[in-house]
Every structure is written in C-alpha cells, then in structure tokens.
T-cell receptor, first 113, second 115 residues
Framework: NAGVTQTPKFQVLKTGQSMTLQCAQD?????MSWYRQDPGMGLRLIHY???????DQGEVPNGYNVSRSTTEDFPLRLLSAAPSQTSVYFC????????????FGPGTRLTVL | QKEVEQDPGPLSVPEGAIVSLNCTYS??????FMWYRQYSRKGPELLMY????GNKEDGRFTAQVDKSSKYISLFIRDSQPSDSATYLC???????????????FGQGTILTVHP
C-alpha cells in the first residue's frame, strides 16, 4: 500500500492564481481531511469528508474548496491564492469516526508570493 | 483562545531524561485524546490515544488524561535522540456532539534529545 499520497511536494504561486492540491489514499478509508500547519498554530482543519459525495467545513475553510467524487481522492482547490495561504498542507485519512488514527500524507509546501 | 493549548517549547533534554509534555483543553465535550509525533518535514503519525480519563502505557511512553482539570500529558522515559520530533496533542468529542469526528490539535512541542 502506498498509504496517503500528496502532489505536488512543493509549489510557488502568485497572488490570485488558482491551483489544486491532490490527495489520494489506497486504504479504502471513508474519512479524509485537509489540514494546514503554520508555525505556532499547530494543525488546523480546513475541510473534511466522511465518504464519497459528503464534505463539510472545518476550522479554517475560507478560500478553499473540496469535493469527494471517489473514496480514493480528495482534492483541495485554492480559488484565488493569497499570501496568507502560505503554509504546509497535509491530507489525512482514517477508517471511520471517532478518529483514533489518522494517516497523514507527506505534505505540500505552498508559498504564495 | 484555542480549544487545545500546548506549550510550543522548544524543549531540549539530555539522553536518558524523563520528558513531560503537556496540554490543556477547554471543551468539556472532548472524550478522545491523542498524541501524534511529527519528524522534521514529515506528516504526523499517531503515537498513543486514550478515551476519557486515565493512563495508558506503551513501552517508554505513558499518556495521561485528567478530565477534572482538563489536562493531557505525555511522559517519555529514558529519552533517546530518536525521540527528537514535534509532539502534538489532539482531542475529539463523542458522537452527537459538534466536535465529533473532528480532531482539534495543540500547537505542538518541539523536543530535542541530545546525546
């Protein structure tokens, strides 16, 4: 199993550009989520999904969109990038709730100029 | 104020020391308490979890939850240089509550164990 994979590993955007961060898992997990990690802030939940076709907002959803058309994939879209979205983004998946163990991907380091 | 607060450190200890990492939380609905370990430039990985109050031991690691004081602790005995990482506490609530299914993380504590 590859586990949770994320692409790209690094990305530099200009303010106003849009892009999609990809996340895929091959463990047949129902629950997937996106976090951002900033210095001194820990991990903050952006959006999550409890299954294909079902998504909901987390703590910091503004400026981001998600969709879940398959169990395996959970892309995160930045609509119009802003410097405040410079961060490290982690995708995670788990078998179900409650979330005893989430499996995290390696992260995407995003810089918005 | 964050629902889960954690001293970011950094914490530097000599090899063999006992390490105490702590978090406090404010949401009384939290029932699940977890510790994740994150090595530099990697994703976090689950170290231990507990449900409600009490202790849980796994090798050199002991997790402790005191719900009366809303305090979460992780103790590392005989610390090793390989324990150097960021340690994140996290909490979640029971079914039926608004925090169910969502993890709230602390800020993370950077630990360095030097030989």
């Amino acid at each position: 199993n590859a586990g949770v994979t994320q692409t790209p590993k690094f990305q530099v955007l200009k303010t106003g550009q849009s892009m999609t961060l990809q996340c895929a898992q091959d463990m047949n997990h129902e629950y997937m989520s996106w976090y951002r990690q900033d210095p001194g802030m820990g991990l903050r939940l952006i959006h999550y999904s409890v299954g294909a076709g079902i998504t909901d907002q987390g703590e910091v959803p503004n400026g981001y969109n998600v969709s879940r058309s398959t169990t395996e994939d959970f892309p995160l879209r930045l609509l119009s990038a802003a410097p405040s979205q410079t961060s490290v983004y982690f995708c995670a998946s788990s078998y179900g709730v409650p979330l005893m163990e989430q499996f995290f991907g390696p992260g995407t380091r995003l810089t918005v100029l | 104020q964050k629902e889960v607060e954690q001293d970011p450190g950094p914490l530097s200890v000599p090899e063999g020391a006992i390490v105490s990492l702590n978090c406090t939380y404010s949401n009384s609905a939290f029932q699940y308490f977890m510790w994740y370990r994150q090595y530099s430039r990697k994703g976090p990985e689950l170290l231990m979890y507990t449900y409600s109050s009490g202790n849980k031991e796994d090798g050199r690691f002991t997790a402790q939850v005191d719900k009366s004081s809303k305090y979460i602790s992780l103790f590392i005995r005989d610390s090793q240089p390989s324990d150097s990482a960021t340690y994140l506490c996290a909490s979640s609530g029971d079914a039926g509550g608004t925090s169910y299914g969502k993890l709230t993380f602390g800020q993370g504590t950077i630990l360095t164990v030097h030989p």
